[in-house]
């Protein structure tokens, strides 16, 4: 069954979505949570971890787009509900899976259902190969290549060519030596786990390091220096840890 958590400060509104699944998708929605606010929203993802979540935009306190500033990494689908069709083109460019204009006709409904389905298939599909990957890559720190997911597959990169990775929301993109740029699928967190611990270190939450091509480091500014010229941050609380790894380094 699909998980999914509803987010509508009209309580009839939410009834009247909850009976139409119901009716028209038997046995495939679990409606694991019905919120009147974003804030209780966020609770409820948090707790229930949805597939899917039914949001409406226009609320008294916060609308529904500032639910996303309290996800680091959106792991579920969304399908704004609206009564205001100017909000539509705005949703559609927040990424969302659809939109659904109120009153919820049943047969746009269907639609969305539809692309959510199709989707998630692609996504389970994508989970699979980055299992195998993870499983290729997992706790092999002696490996001089690393199998990254891509969008469309993976890539393999020495880990010699890797300059920096960077977080790129729910991405991570990873600058070689020569200039170029390859984006992963995952999150930096997750490439940062694959790459060798004695080579790469994270000195900013969004950036990872390769310890061999640091040429010099600002103390003043917080900032390191890269052999191809570039400057990156050091967060305050990753220095001291930079410092010890440099010099375990060399």
């Given at each position: 069954?699909?998980?999914?958590?509803?987010?509508?400060?009209?309580?009839?509104?939410?009834?009247l979505?909850?009976?139409?699944?119901d009716r028209?998708?038997p046995?495939?929605?679990?409606?694991?949570?019905?919120?009147?606010?974003v804030?209780?929203?966020?609770l409820?993802?948090?707790?229930?971890?949805?597939?899917?979540?039914?949001?409406?935009?226009?609320?008294?306190?916060?609308?529904?787009?500032?639910?996303?500033?309290?996800?680091?990494?959106?792991?579920?689908?969304?399908?704004?509900t609206?009564?205001?069709?100017?909000?539509?083109?705005?949703a559609?460019?927040?990424?969302?899976?659809?939109?659904?204009?109120?009153?919820?006709?049943?047969?746009?409904?269907?639609?969305?259902?539809?692309?959510?389905?199709?989707?998630?298939?692609?996504?389970?599909?994508?989970r699979?190969?980055?299992?195998l990957?993870?499983?290729?890559?997992?706790?092999?720190?002696?490996?001089?290549k690393?199998?990254?997911?891509?969008l469309?597959?993976?890539?393999?990169?020495h880990?010699n060519?890797?300059l920096?990775?960077?977080?790129?929301?729910?991405?991570c993109?990873?600058k070689?030596i020569?200039?170029?740029?390859?984006t992963?699928?995952?999150?930096l967190?997750?490439?940062?786990?694959?790459?060798?611990?004695?080579?790469?270190?994270?000195?900013?939450?969004?950036y990872?390091?390769?310890?061999?091509?640091?040429?010099?480091?600002?103390?003043?500014?917080?900032?390191?220096?890269?052999t191809?010229?570039?400057?990156?941050?050091?967060?305050?609380?990753?220095?001291?840890?930079?410092i010890?790894?440099?010099?375990?380094?060399?």
């Amino acid at each position: 069954m699909i998980k999914a958590v509803i987010i509508d400060d009209e309580i009839n509104a939410q009834s009247l979505l909850e009976k139409t699944l119901d009716r028209y998708f038997p046995n495939k929605f679990n409606i694991v949570e019905k919120s009147i606010s974003v804030d209780t929203g966020v609770l409820a993802i948090r707790k229930y971890e949805p597939d899917l979540v039914f949001l409406d935009i226009q609320m008294p306190e916060k609308n529904g787009f500032e639910l996303f500033k309290h996800f680091e990494v959106i792991n579920f689908e969304v399908i704004f509900t609206t009564a205001h069709d100017k909000f539509g083109i705005k949703a559609i460019k927040r990424s969302a899976l659809d939109y659904l204009l109120k009153p919820i006709n049943h047969l746009d409904l269907a639609e969305a259902v539809k692309k959510f389905e199709k989707k998630n298939e692609r996504n389970f599909a994508q989970r699979k190969l980055s299992l195998l990957l993870e499983n290729l890559n997992v706790n092999d720190q002696n490996v001089s290549k690393i199998a990254f997911p891509t969008l469309d597959g993976f890539e393999l990169i020495h880990t010699n060519q890797i300059l920096f990775c960077k977080a790129e929301s729910n991405y991570c993109s990873i600058k070689k030596i020569e200039g170029s740029t390859r984006t992963a699928s995952k999150t930096l967190k997750f490439v940062e786990e694959i790459l060798p611990a004695t080579t790469f270190k994270r000195i900013h939450k969004s950036y990872v390091i390769n310890l061999n091509y640091v040429v010099r480091y600002h103390k003043a500014n917080k900032e390191i220096e890269l052999t191809n010229g570039e400057k990156l941050p050091v967060s305050f609380r990753k220095e001291e840890e930079f410092i010890n790894a440099i010099l375990q380094n060399h």
